[in-house]
C-alpha cells in the first residue's frame, strides 16, 4: 500500500511540476539563422579597447543573447539591473531585441571612454529587409568596470519604461534631460 501511495505521490508531483509556467523560453529562429556580432575593422583593432577583458566579456554577452542564451547574458548584467529588471521581462526585451526578423546583425563599433569606468559601444543594427530611405538604427551599449570586472549596463528605458525608448542613461544625479534645453547657470 504504502509502495502505490508513493508511487501516485510521484506521478501527481512529476505533473505537477512539469506544467508550471517557465517564463519566457529562449527563442527559437524560424529561419535557421541567428543574428549575428559584426566587429568593424577599426573595432576589430585591440588598440581601441581598454583591455582585453572588455572585449572578451562583451562578446560573450553578446553572442549569448543573440544566440538565445539570456540566462547567461543576464549574469553579466550589472548587480542593479538583476536586482531591478525581472529575469521573464529581461527575457522578453531581449527576445525582441534580438529577434531575426527584426535584425539580422549587429555590427559593433569603436569603443569611447564616458570615464575610467563606464565605456559606451556603438551598434548598428542591420534589419534583414530595411525601407528605402530609412536610417539604419543605431544604440549605445554600456559596460561598466567595478572591481571584480566588466559588466552590461542597461539604459533607463529598460528600468522605467515611461521614460520612453530613447531615454538617456541616468547620470550621477538622474536622468539626463532630453527633448529641452537645460537653463545655464547665471
Not at 559593433?108 to 536610417?135: D, F, N, T
Amino acid at each position: 500500500m504504502n509502495r502505490l501511495l508513493l508511487a501516485c505521490f510521484l506521478l501527481v508531483l512529476t505533473v505537477v511540476t512539469s506544467c508550471g509556467d517557465r517564463g519566457p523560453q529562449p527563442q527559437k529562429s524560424t529561419t535557421g539563422t541567428s543574428p549575428r556580432l559584426i566587429f568593424t575593422e577599426e573595432a576589430s583593432a585591440e588598440a581601441h579597447w581598454p583591455d582585453a577583458r572588455l572585449r572578451q566579456v562583451f562578446t560573450e554577452y553578446w553572442n549569448a543573447a543573440l544566440e538565445g542564451r539570456w540566462e547567461d547574458a543576464y549574469r553579466q548584467e550589472a548587480d542593479y539591473v538583476r536586482q531591478l529588471v525581472s529575469k521573464e521581462r529581461y527575457f522578453k526585451v531581449m527576445e525582441f531585441m534580438t529577434d531575426p526578423k527584426k535584425v539580422s546583425a549587429f555590427e559593433v563599433g569603436v569603443p569611447r571612454a564616458r570615464s575610467p569606468y563606464l565605456y559606451e559601444i556603438p551598434l548598428q543594427l542591420k534589419i534583414p529587409s530595411p525601407a528605402e530611405g530609412l536610417p539604419t538604427p543605431a544604440r549605445l551599449d554600456y559596460w561598466v568596470k567595478t572591481d571584480t570586472g566588466w559588466y552590461h549596463a542597461v539604459k533607463a528605458s529598460l528600468l522605467f519604461p515611461e521614460l520612453g525608448f530613447g531615454a538617456a542613461m541616468p547620470g550621477p544625479l538622474g536622468p539626463i534631460p532630453q527633448g529641452k534645453e537645460v537653463e545655464k547657470e547665471s
